[in-house]
C-alpha cells in the first residue's frame, strides 16, 4: 500500500524565517493535499496539487509537486507564529484516504 | 461555503460509558470517512462509506465500536464501551469527484 513520509517530523524556526516541508509517496501520487492543524483542533485545508511540476500559492504559502509526481514540497515564506501547527500531506491511495506522518511546525516570536 | 458538520465539538466521558458523535457530510457527497486521530498523530482511518453502504472499516475496532449511515446521509459512530486509550480527535471527512472537506472534529476525552 501506499505510504507518505513526511520531513522533518517536527521543526522550530524564528519568526521572519522561510522553512520547506517535504512529503514524499512510495507510489505515484495523483492528487496530493495539504492541511494545517492547530493543536487538538480539525484539519484545515489548504491547498491540492494534481498536475506533475504543479505549483500553487496562497498568501506566503507555496506548494510543489514535482514532475515525477512522487514528491511535494511546501515552503512558507516570512514565517509568521500564525504558521505553528501540525502540517499533513494527505492522498488518495486505490479508494482510500491518507495522511503523511506530520511536520510540527513552532514559530518563535 | 459548505461544511462538515460535527457534533459535539467536546465531549468528556467515564470509561466504560457510551459515547456517540454525528457527522453530517456535504450535501450530495456520497463518501464518508470517519477517523481517529490520537494526539501528536496522524489521522487514522476507523470505517468508509459509500452512500449507506461500508467500503472499509478494516481498521474499526468492532468489539466496541459501531458505525452507520442508515438513509446515506450523515453518519453515527459510538464506542460502547468507551475506554481511556479512545481519547483522540474524532475527524470526519466527505467527498465528492476527488474534493475531500473535513469536519471541525470531535475531541474526546475519556477519564
Known amino acids: 500500500s501506499q505510504e507518505l513520509e513526511q520531513s522533518p517530523q517536527s521543526l522550530i524556526v524564528q519568526e521572519g524565517k522561510n522553512l520547506t516541508i517535504n512529503c514524499t509517496s512510495s507510489?505515484?501520487?495523483?492528487?496530493l493535499y495539504w492541511y494545517k492543524q492547530k493543536y487538538g483542533e480539525g484539519l484545515i485545508f489548504l491547498m491540492m496539487?494534481?498536475?506533475?511540476?504543479e505549483e500553487k500559492s496562497h498568501e506566503k504559502i507555496t506548494a510543489k509537486l514535482d514532475e515525477k509526481k512522487q514528491q511535494s514540497s511546501l515552503h512558507i515564506t516570512a514565517s509568521q507564529p500564525s504558521h505553528a501547527g501540525i502540517y499533513l500531506c494527505?492522498?488518495?491511495?486505490?479508494?482510500?484516504?491518507?495522511f503523511g506522518t506530520g511536520t510540527r511546525l513552532k514559530v518563535l516570536a | 461555503e459548505a461544511e462538515v458538520a460535527q457534533s459535539p465539538r467536546y465531549k468528556i466521558t467515564e470509561k466504560s460509558q457510551a459515547v456517540a458523535f454525528w457527522c453530517d457530510p456535504i450535501?450530495?457527497?456520497?463518501?464518508l470517512y470517519w477517523y481517529r486521530q490520537i494526539l501528536g498523530q496522524g489521522p487514522e482511518l476507523l470505517v468508509q462509506?459509500?452512500?449507506?453502504?461500508?467500503?472499509?472499516d478494516s481498521q474499526l475496532p468492532k468489539d466496541r465500536f459501531s458505525a452507520e449511515r442508515l438513509k446515506g446521509v450523515d453518519s453515527t459512530l459510538k464506542i460502547q464501551p468507551a475506554e481511556l486509550g479512545d481519547s483522540a480527535m474524532y475527524l470526519c471527512?466527505?467527498?465528492?469527484?476527488?474534493?475531500?472537506?473535513f469536519g471541525s472534529g470531535t475531541r474526546l476525552t475519556v477519564v
Open positions: 507510489k505515484t501520487l495523483y492528487g
Open positions: 494527505g492522498a488518495v491511495d486505490l479508494y482510500k484516504y491518507i
Open positions: 471527512a466527505s467527498s465528492f469527484r476527488g474534493g475531500y472537506t
Open positions: 496539487l494534481q498536475k506533475g511540476g
Open positions: 462509506f459509500q452512500d449507506e453502504s461500508v467500503v472499509d
Open positions: 450535501s450530495g457527497h456520497a463518501t
